[in-house]
């Protein structure tokens, strides 16, 4: 004899299905509206956040699949719906831990999210590409991972992550779109294609600002932000922003013979940030027969770690070397990260090495200003 299904054993069933975008059990965020029973069929009503709800196949896919679990029925009819006004309201103010306003979650007492922003003197090092590549390894280590292109001007994080998608809008809410496992917004998702952004200041400011408190990251591991090069407007927003961020300062051989790199890290000393480490980038290229060609000089990524050690007077190392691979920058350009593209490659075991060292550490309290002496016992 067949079971009968209730609506209740329905409602667990649907419990299992996560949005997508809000990683959020589907029956916590109010989008489940109704569970009917007609016989066996099943008649569950779906509010989807927006109408073009990008996710829309999925999550009907998923709740279809969940009901059918339940033992008895024999049919699932979805109704599909929109959430009103007053529902998006909820859900946003659910989102955001019941705090009507915006807040920069990770500035929050409590957060766990540990902040690195990628910084360096110079453009052309490896930024971008150094960033894109831990998001993705931390993101495939099993860290719940988001990205913030900071360099409004020259953003390149939609490319190398391959997003084309557009950040779903919950009013003035946006759900970051997920790429290789990892949550991403630039400002490349905004602008229309070949159209330069022309902003100054404070329309820097605001633009990460947004970037912080209207996106919705969830609970994230670890945020990773792509600055721009030097020391400019947007490195001193988002030091402003995001006090405890930590910066991880990405150097060439080259420009760290030219010392550009140093003032990245340097301003570490006024925005009393923490600087974890240096990463050297295209610290050589493999040649046929294995041996290491320097191309752009040697000892680059030690020598500025030992002089920002002694500028900041704590302890700065050097986090790892990445060789020049051409393949990293065929796996950038194609939109998947050479650690996902060709994870056997030196710069990506290199890459990879680096993610999991940053990826282990505490989010510690270093740089943060907590009015207080520490006591040591
Ligand atoms: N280790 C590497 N091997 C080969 N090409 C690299 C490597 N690192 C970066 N690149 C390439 O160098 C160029 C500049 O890198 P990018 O990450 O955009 O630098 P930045 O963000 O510092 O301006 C890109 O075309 C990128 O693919
Ligand atoms: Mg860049």
Known sequence: MVPMPTADLIRDALATVIDP???RPITEIGMVRSVDLDGAVAVIGIDLTTQGCPMRD????DVEAAARRVEGVAE???ELGVMSDEQRQGLRAQLRGGKPEPVIQFTQPGSMTRVYAIASGKGGVGKSTVTANLAAAMAADGLKVGVLDADIFGFSIPGMLGVTGQPTRIDDMLLPPLAHDVKA???GMFVPEGQPVVWRGPMLHRAIEQFL????WGDLDVLLLDLPPGTGDIAISTAQLLPHAEIVVVTTPQSAAAGVAERAGAIATQTSQNVVGV???MAWLEQPDGSRLPLFGEGGGATVASRLSSVLGTDVPLLGQIPLDIRAREAGDAGTPVVLAEPGSPAAEAMR???RALGARRRGLAGRSLGVT???R
């Open 353 to 355: 090495e680096i993610a």
């Open 76 to 78: 699932v009819r979805i």
């Open 185 to 187: 917004v630039s400002i």
């Open 374 to 376: 520490p006591v040591r």
């Open 279 to 281: 990463v050297e980038n």
């Open 21 to 23: 975008e809000i990683r």
């Open 58 to 61: 999925r999550i009907t896919g």
């Open 213 to 216: 408190a209207d996106v919705f």
